[in-house]
């Protein structure tokens, strides 16, 4: 297992406040990568079943967060490893980070250096107690179809949340490693949508969210043979993106299972 920590020692009191437009987006409860036409039974049913919207993220200072993926979290095309995304975050939240990556590993595809999530997951230490997860990825699963897919990720996640059932779990969908995106990896980040809403999980795309375009691609992306992941400037931008997408959920406001924003001068009932 491609296993690795980084700390910092300076200590500040939270994550910075988000962008004011981001709140909008995140009212909702999860991004979406695209917004597909649908019929009124179908928007009628998916009233009925409104998942519950995720609460604002809260961290303690200096968070110990795990992030477990691929090989965009192994570090892969980074100078080295610790030059990775994963790696870098600590810095800019002011934490701590576990890394856990294991190149070309998928939900249903075992990796080079370990097997697939599922497995892994089972693999994890139960003491580590970190306050966050950062669930990654992945591209690896976009050419292995349906089949089977999202009982993987089921699994996977049930496992997960209950081997870390004190942490707050956030997914981070998969990034795309060639434009313009492909299918496959447009259906893994709307399956990965869908099933993080349905448990109130946030979920963070980075297609939805066009982290990557043709404008800033070649900065991102090592596209030398046999690469095709992000350079030490493109790991670096993604750790960037990604503390300011954990800023903005903890700015989110609180909303109720229909995703109304709630009013927090009245009393709580559940209190």
């Known amino acids: ?29 999860v991004w979406r990568p695209w917004a597909p036409e649908v019929t009124e039974a179908q928007a009628l049913a998916a009233e009925e079943t409104a998942a519950v919207a995720p609460a604002p993220l809260v961290l303690p200072e200096n968070p110990l967060v795990l992030v477990f993926g691929d ?10 490893p610790t030059r990775g995304y994963a790696y870098l975050l600590a810095d800019l939240i002011d ?3 576990v890394v856990d990556g294991i190149r070309a590993s998928g939900y249903l595809r075992p990796g080079y250096d370990g097997p697939s999530y599922g497995d892994r997951i089972d693999k994890l230490d139960p003491t580590l107690d970190p306050d966050l997860v950062i669930i990654q990825g992945s591209i690896n699963d976009r050419k292995l179809g349906v ?7 089921t699994s996977a996640w049930d496992t997960l949340a209950e081997t870390y059932d004190e942490a707050t779990i956030v997914v981070l969908g998969p990034a795309p490693h060639k434009l313009p995106v492909d299918a ?3 259906r893994v980040d709307h399956d990965l ?23 800033n691609y070649l900065q991102v992306i090592d596209v030398d043979p046999g690469k095709r992941h992000p350079s030490n400037a493109g790991h670096r931008y993604l750790a960037e993106k990604l503390a300011s997408a954990l800023a903005e959920l903890a700015a ?18 559940d209190q």
């Open 1 to 29: 297992m491609a296993l690795g920590m980084t700390k910092r020692n300076t200590r500040v009191t939270a994550l910075i406040v988000a962008l004011t437009a981001a709140v909008t987006a995140v009212t909702l409860g």
């Open 71 to 80: 090989s965009w979290t192994y570090g892969s095309a980074a100078s080295e």
């Open 95 to 97: 934490g701590e980070t």
């Open 147 to 153: 089949v089977g897919y999202r009982d993987a990720v």
């Open 184 to 186: 496959g990896t447009r």
């Open 193 to 215: 949508t869908e099933l993080a809403a349905d448990r109130g999980w946030w979920y963070i795309s980075p297609v939805a969210e066009r982290w990557i375009t043709m404008q």
């Open 252 to 269: 989110a406001p609180v909303t109720d299972a229909g995703g109304t924003e709630l009013d927090s001068s009245e009393p709580d009932p």
